[in-house]
C-alpha cells in the first residue's frame, strides 16, 4: 500500500482538503486499493476537530467527501508514509525539525510547477478557499500523475 499525508499548520483547511481531493482522485482512478491517504497538523490547537466550514462547503458541491478528525503531525509519520506533502515553507520547517524518515518530503506545488507557486496559501484568516481548491486539486492531480509514474500504476 502506498500512504500520502498532507501536512499543513492546523490540519483543518489546507491539508485536509488535499486529502479529501487526493482520495477523491484516487477512487476515480480505481486505485483505492494500492494508495491511501491521511492528513496531519504541525500544531495542535484543533485536534479532533472536524475540518473548517468552508472546506466542506468547497467540496460538497463537488461530490467529495471529507472524513476527517485534525490531529498533529509526529516522528512515526515520517516513517509510516510514502510521501508527505507540506503546503507552505512554514510546515517545510516544522517537519524537518524531526528526526529524518523514510518518507519523501516534498511541497505539494514543487509537483505542479507550472503553476508558478511554491506554497499553498493558508486561508484560515483570508478565506480564499476557492483558490486554495484550484491549487489543492492541480497539485494532487499532478501528485497522482507523479506516484502512477514512478510506482507503475
Not at 460538497?60 to 509510516?80: M, S, T, Y
Not at 518518507?103 to 506545488?109: A, H, I, P
Request: charged share 25%; net charge negative; hydrophobic share 40%.
Amino acid at each position: 500500500m502506498i500512504r500520502v499525508l498532507f501536512v499543513c499548520l492546523g490540519n483543518i483547511c489546507r491539508s485536509p482538503m488535499a486529502e479529501a481531493v487526493f482520495k477523491h482522485k484516487v477512487e476515480c482512478a480505481g486505485l483505492s486499493n494500492r494508495i491511501e491517504a491521511d492528513s496531519a497538523g504541525t500544531s495542535g490547537w484543533h485536534i479532533g476537530s472536524q475540518p473548517h466550514p468552508r472546506v466542506m462547503g468547497t467540496l460538497k458541491p463537488l461530490g467529495i467527501p471529507v472524513n476527517h478528525r485534525a490531529r498533529q503531525f509526529v516522528q512515526a509519520d515520517l516513517n509510516e508514509f510514502d510521501y508527505v506533502l507540506v503546503m507552505d515553507d512554514e510546515n517545510w520547517v516544522d517537519v524537518a525539525q524531526f528526526r529524518a524518515g523514510t518518507s519523501t518530503v516534498s511541497r505539494l506545488l514543487e509537483y505542479a510547477p507550472h503553476l508558478g507557486m511554491r506554497e499553498v496559501p493558508d486561508p484560515y484568516l483570508t478565506d480564499r478557499f476557492e483558490e486554495v481548491y484550484y491549487l489543492v486539486d492541480e497539485g494532487t492531480r499532478c501528485l497522482l500523475d507523479a506516484i502512477r509514474a514512478e510506482r507503475g500504476l
